[in-house]
């Protein structure tokens, strides 16, 4: 090969090396939009409620796209669901990890809780309206006897379990059962919040409102604290 032969390579491989980074980041662009619609209606109107011709229309795509990146709509409600679950699972155990690291057998019901919830409230009011719909489609999820219990198994279950054996180090003498129906009722709280239903503003006449985030949060974790010291230490009803 010729020096001027060599020298047409290389500009072509440079040439051709942008115009694929662009084009990746055309398709991770096109893939996240479509996320993003879906995200929002399935947040609304649950798994069966979506049509993947109606998450085509909001994304202004062909829905034919939306089979070639996701194949079935299942496949793009599990997208959606772990595109977020990653990010926010690692935080959380991050936070599990620090926190017993730092404290050893000093840890606390308290301080369990805390390093357990305090990674997803502060991305729910930091995070922005598609946080905000990705919380609010857990708590449907949660909610939800036909396909929820599968779907909160398959992406929160290590996180769960994370903090369970955290607050057994807090509770050396509570058992696993008690801890589980305790962690139940803190999840039941949990996802009402997430969902952000303006139920609490109406009832409270404007007092309380679901968004509001540094409000609900120490209030939260003391409220489970003492329900699970209550339930996993307390004298057991006859």
Not at 37 to 63: C, L, M, P, Q, W
Not at 76 to 93: G, K, P
Request: net charge positive; hydrophobic share 40%.
């Amino acid at each position: 090969m010729s020096i001027q032969s060599e020298a047409i390579g290389r500009r072509k491989s440079r040439v051709g090396r942008p115009a694929k980074a662009e084009a990746a980041a055309r398709t991770k662009e096109t893939r996240d939009a479509i996320l993003d619609v879906a995200e929002e209606i399935f947040s609304k109107h649950g798994f069966h409620g979506v049509t993947t011709r109606e998450v085509a229309r909001r994304a202004h795509v062909n829905t034919a796209l939306i089979h070639y990146y996701f194949n079935t709509k299942q496949e793009l409600f599990d997208a959606v669901f772990l595109r977020r679950a990653e990010v926010i699972n690692a935080q959380r155990i991050q936070a599990m990890d620090d926190y017993e690291s730092k404290l050893g057998d000093k840890v606390t019901v308290e301080g369990a809780i805390e390093a357990f919830l305090h990674p997803v409230l502060h991305v729910l009011q930091t995070g922005g309206p598609h946080w905000r719909n990705y919380f609010a489609l857990v708590g449907l999820v949660n909610s939800s006897t036909a396909w929820g219990g599968e779907v909160m198994t398959r992406y929160f279950d290590p996180v769960i379990h994370r903090l369970i054996d955290l607050l057994q180090r807090a509770m050396p003498k509570a058992t696993r059962e008690d801890l589980y129906w305790s962690y139940n009722f803190l999840s039941g709280s949990l996802t009402l919040s997430l969902a952000e239903t303006g139920r609490i503003d109406r009832l409270s006449d404007g007092v309380c409102k679901s968004t509001d985030i540094p409000a609900f949060e120490p209030r939260m974790i003391a409220y489970a604290a003492a329900g699970f010291r209550r339930v996993c230490e307390g004298k057991k009803p006859l």
